[in-house]
């Protein structure tokens, strides 16, 4: 009995060949496939393409499973966030804006990860506010929220500062945009 493994295993091209009225053009060429790379050995690489192969291997191996990919983009994230093997930021966010948008999961598994990951961004700061980052699928509700919550501090810090030098509540409320109900916190701090 013998044991054949399906094609997509086994398909490795590396030449392209045409012929045309006595014409034949022939192309060799390198191939890297993806399915053929150590998981271990990339997992272990200080090269940063070993993400992005990691990223392809894990969406081949989740091809049909959901939660199995959620896991790996949640691994893959982890990495890059809380690594210290990619030192340069911009690769660190150029792999995570591509694997996000490679490892897609259905939308309430996307929500789940946002608040897995949403501490370590918060941890990060605000140098990946500026990104490409914020405007990725995943990413772009927690750096919204951040936004918001910084916008809100600081219209409370203005707020404290117009209190201080006597300003009218009802002009304070309309310059900062915050509810009756936080400007009574802030006098209460007064």
Not at 128 to 148: W, Y
């Amino acid at each position: 009995m013998s044991f054949s493994l399906p094609l997509i295993y086994t398909f490795k091209p590396d030449t392209y060949a045409n012929q045309f009225y006595g014409t034949e053009l022939t192309y060799t060429y390198n191939t890297y496939k993806i399915l053929d790379q150590d998981e271990q050995k990339l997992l272990l690489s200080d090269n940063p393409f070993a993400y992005a192969v990691l990223a392809g291997l894990y969406m081949l191996k989740s091809r049909n499973n959901a939660s199995k990919r959620y896991q790996f983009k949640r691994r893959l994230f982890e990495l890059l966030l809380k690594g210290k093997k990619v030192k340069n930021r911009d690769y660190v966010d150029s792999l995570l804006y591509f694997i996000d948008y490679l490892m897609e999961v259905p939308d309430g598994m996307d929500e789940e990860l946002q608040e897995d990951i949403k501490p370590m961004i918060e941890k990060e700061g605000n140098h990946m506010a500026g990104t490409g980052l914020s405007n990725a699928p995943t990413f772009k509700p927690i750096f919204d929220e951040l936004r918001e919550k910084a916008r809100k501090e600081n219209s409370k810090e203005i707020a404290l500062a117009m209190l201080r030098k006597e300003f009218k509540t009802e002009d304070i409320l309309k310059v900062t945009g915050l509810t009756e109900e936080e400007m009574e916190d802030i006098k209460a701090k007064l």
